[in-house]
């Protein structure tokens, strides 16, 4: 069974780069069933989709993040990665991974890691 | 971007009641390309359906998801302890990929 983890610093400070991973185990994310994909939530608030990367390296972004985020495959390793430039108080948030699989038409999110928090703060 | 807008916001229930919660989206959703999450404090979200009525494994058949277009539900036909949390309707058949702002359902 298919578990995904997320790992990364806890704590980030204004105006650095906020460097997340997300390792599989128990399936290859390069497989051509699948996508991954990283999703927010902020203290107390709803889940924010942050973009997807195809099992090919093919990486789709929600615009409102677009100009900060960067997704990227490592097939050697299987993982994938999640990077946000210029953090501020507002990226703040529990972060996500999650596998997408199809439906035979879309992909939607079947399996998510436990999530872990980080805070941006000085 | 599609706006999914769900409703009630909160709802007060006790254990063994039906209860349907209402997921609205501003633009059609294509092959009905919409999902159902639960969430409890403290967890991921788990997934109950996808394509509007699929249901997820081990979702147990208490839970029922319909709908298509713009308008979806999720009903719960008799309501155990373990189903108060916050549910949410997500489409994603159309990039940006997005949520509902949730459904909380809290014990009367």
């Known amino acids: 069974q298919v578990q995904l983890r997320e790992s990364g610093p806890g704590l980030v400070h204004p105006s650095d780069i906020l460097s997340l991973s997300c390792s599989v185990s128990?399936?290859?994310?390069?497989?051509?069933?699948?996508?991954w994909a990283w999703i927010r939530q902020p203290p107390g608030k709803g889940l924010e989709w942050i973009g997807t990367?195809?099992?090919?390296?093919?990486?789709d972004y929600n615009p409102s993040l677009k100009s900060r985020v960067t997704i990227s495959l490592d097939t050697s390793i299987n993982q994938f990665s999640l990077k946000v430039n210029s953090v501020a108080a507002a990226d703040t948030a529990v972060y996500y991974c999650?596998?997408?699989?199809?439906?035979?038409?879309?992909?939607?999110?079947?399996?998510w890691g436990n999530g872990t928090s980080v805070t941006v703060s000085s | 971007e599609i706006v999914l807008t769900q409703s009630p916001g909160t709802l007060s229930l006790s254990p063994g009641e039906r209860v349907t919660l209402s997921c609205r989206a501003s633009?059609?959703?294509?092959?009905?390309?919409l999902a159902w999450y639960q969430q409890k404090p403290g967890q991921a979200p788990r997934l109950l359906f996808y394509g509007a009525s699929s249901r997820a494994t081990g979702i147990p058949d208490r839970f029922s998801g319909s709908g298509s277009g713009t308008d979806f539900t999720l009903t719960i036909s008799r309501l155990e302890p373990e189903d108060f949390a916050v549910y949410y309707c997500q489409q994603y058949g159309r990039s940006p990929y997005t949520f509902g702002l949730g459904t909380k359902l809290e014990i009367k």
């Open positions: 999650a596998r997408q699989r199809s439906d035979g038409h879309f992909y939607y999110m079947d399996v």
């Open positions: 633009q059609s959703l294509s092959s009905n390309s």
């Open positions: 128990g399936g290859s994310v390069s497989r051509s069933v699948f996508y």
């Open positions: 990367i195809s099992y090919s390296g093919s990486p």
